[in-house]
């Protein structure tokens, strides 16, 4: 098998270590024996390579860099990227690259930058009158969203329950609308507004975040999640992948559950 996945702007939009992600995504594929190709999506790439693509990246940025990808989004590759998601191609969108894929980010100042109209949501900076949201963060998914990857020979559970673990630092508090529903209900940390108690959302495949760290190395069945829909959306059929060993990012998740005092009962969790 083979997974091509498109990382957009990884030289304008890569902070706090999104670039893990890819690096995370590529060794769990190849570790199962999957071909991974990383195509670097530019400001000069064209959408026929974008298209090429099984599964979409994109991380976050400054400003200086959020306003050069953002134009470059709106002008040349907003249109292909939402017909891609709209396909159920599988993506992930951190950050600015999250906010970029709403309606619109509202500045402090009250500029109203245009998004791609691909989220139903909008995110709002509030400037001095609200502060910044930063700090690791507990979230605890919707089951009806994922289910873990199952041991060979045997099938998965609705009761399995999944924490992702992760670190905001973001200024602009997003609110979703009635079309996308959140990734899941923050247990520690401020999430998508630090008021409704939701972070990130999740529209068809494709999914919406404020956690870095990165998220997927933190949270190694998220990116098998990615990888197994991109595949199966490729091949039109059921894939089943290889159970990895996850002993060290378990216990490495174990140490943020302790420092953030979080012991809820974790039978039957991930």
């Not at 790439?45 to 860099?65: H, P, S, V, Y």
């Not at 999944?162 to 602009?172: A, M, P």
């Not at 991109?230 to 089943?240: D, G, I």
Request: hydrophobic share 30%.
């Amino acid at each position: 098998m083979k997974l091509i996945i498109g990382w957009f702007y990884p030289d304008l939009m890569s902070t706090y270590g999104d670039r893990g992600n890819i690096i995370c995504l590529k060794k769990r594929g190849q570790w199962r024996g999957i071909e991974v190709e990383v195509k670097n999506i530019d400001l000069g790439t064209n959408n026929r390579e974008i298209r090429k693509c099984d599964l979409l990246f994109m991380g976050g940025a400054q400003d200086r860099q959020q306003k050069i990808a953002s134009s470059d989004l709106r002008k040349n590759k907003g249109p292909i990227i939402k017909e891609m998601i709209e396909e159920n191609i599988p993506g992930l969108f951190v950050c600015a690259a999250y906010q970029f894929m709403g309606h619109y980010y509202r500045s402090a100042e009250g500029e109203d930058i245009e998004g791609l109209h691909i989220f139903d949501l909008y995110t709002r900076h509030f400037g001095k009158d609200k502060p910044r949201c930063i700090g690791n963060t507990i979230v605890k998914v919707s089951n009806s969203i994922f289910q873990p990857c199952p041991e060979p020979g045997h099938q998965s559970s609705y009761k399995t329950q999944i924490f992702l673990v992760g670190f905001e630092n973001h200024g602009g508090r997003t609110y979703l609308g009635t079309n996308c529903m959140p990734l899941g209900e923050v247990i520690i940390g401020y999430g998508n507004n630090g008021e409704d108690k939701t972070e990130g959302c999740v529209y068809k495949n494709a999914i919406g975040t404020y956690l870095h760290g990165p998220i997927l190395p933190k949270n190694p069945y998220l990116a098998d999640w990615l990888i197994k829909t991109a595949l199966e959306k490729r091949y039109q059929k059921e894939v089943k992948l290889k159970k990895l060993s996850d002993n060290l990012e378990e216990k490495a998740r174990n140490f943020i559950f302790q420092k953030l005092n979080f012991y809820e009962k974790k039978e039957n969790t991930y």
